[in-house]
């Protein structure tokens, strides 16, 4: 693997200082609102912002991109993105913050499209599933290990955002000395919703719930720790908990899906993801179990997403793969936008528990249309199941380190068989 990382490993340093530094946002918003007397439902709505802006750039930023190059819109977007936040210390108010998290989601996007195409033009046909492994450990480390920046708040109310903005700005040396040469964005039109959905249901639908769901957690999870009494070293390490287990199950749960029906391992995966959920929202109990359930409900929710995309492009033919990431991609990030305003409402009628009530209930909802697919429709055949691969949730340009979508290039001309749609 090392040897496949190595010649992008200005890129991997990158978006490692990148998410160190500006991955913390979503709890330290949370908790400084929370702490400021915002209510769930406000508390809710800024997490909400972030993903309209996040959805928002992965629509518009990639002809941008196109039109200025990559070396200035990656300053740019990494430029605003250590400006926007340093502007958190100015100001404690909901509104203000849900613009600057817009920004930051805006920015965020465009800083994804312009790492991946360069990853993809980098990464050699053989060795881009070790390129895409790498990227998402610096990717999800990098997230996780930031979460800690929150206690040097302790120093001073501006240090963790003094430390992030240096993180985001140092993130752009590695990147402005590259000798990588810029790569062609291309067009990255997503499929269209009518269509994805007549490909794959479950795969749409799956990628929309998970994207409620996940976007509620990372608005109000942080308020679902400290409102069990967590002190604020005990809630940032169960946020890196998390995104940590969700690291770690992803590959075990491909692996799986890859040998059997994938829809099993899907229904498994929200099944899981239902009971630790419904666990953790009884229990409600700051200890070592709630770390694990934790975990466990990190690795089985973070693992839905790339298992939804696997299962949507066993029915498409190689070329349409990138374009119907695109799909899944906006499918997630509009259920993302979605998960936080209306999560905060179940925060907002039962407590704390409402978090993972809300997030059990999408589950639940999930899990039911997963089994009456599988009910509905027979199994794709093994042998046209496409290879598991662990996609982030980031932007469609990611879907182009897919090994076998990079196959296309080699032989375009040949029809891609599918399995039946379920």
Known sequence: MLKAILPVRSLLI???LLMAGGGFLNTLVALRLERAGSGA????????????????????????????????????????????????????????????????????????????????????PDRRGMVLAGYMIMLYGGQAAGQFLIRLGAGGPAVPLLVGSILISLAAIPVLLTRIAAPETGDFAPLPFRELYQTSPLGMVGAGLTGVMLGAFYALGAVFARRLGMDLSQTTLFMSVVILGGVVLQWPLGWLSDRIDRRKVIVLAFAGTLAAALTIALTAEAGVLLLGLGALFGGLSFALYPLCAAHTNDHLAPEKRVAASGGLVLVYSLGAAAGPATGSLAVSLTGASGLFLFIAACASAALSFALLRQAKSAPVPAHLQENYVGLPRTSPLAASLDP????TSAAPDEPGETGSRH
């Open 41 to 124: 439902l406000a508390i809710g709505l800024v997490g909400t912002a972030y993903f309209a802006g996040l959805t928002l750039g992965s629509v518009r930023v990639p002809a941008l991109v196109g039109r200025i190059g990559h070396i200035r819109a990656f300053a740019a977007f990494v430029t605003l993105l250590s400006a926007d936040t340093l502007a958190y210390a100015l100001h404690t108010h909901a509104v203000f913050w849900g613009a600057l998290r817009f920004l930051d989601g805006l920015c965020l996007a465009g800083i994804y499209v312009c790492v991946e195409s360069w990853l993809n033009e980098r990464a050699e």
């Open 14 to 16: 990158a978006i490692f």
């Open 404 to 407: 076998l979508a990079s196959e």
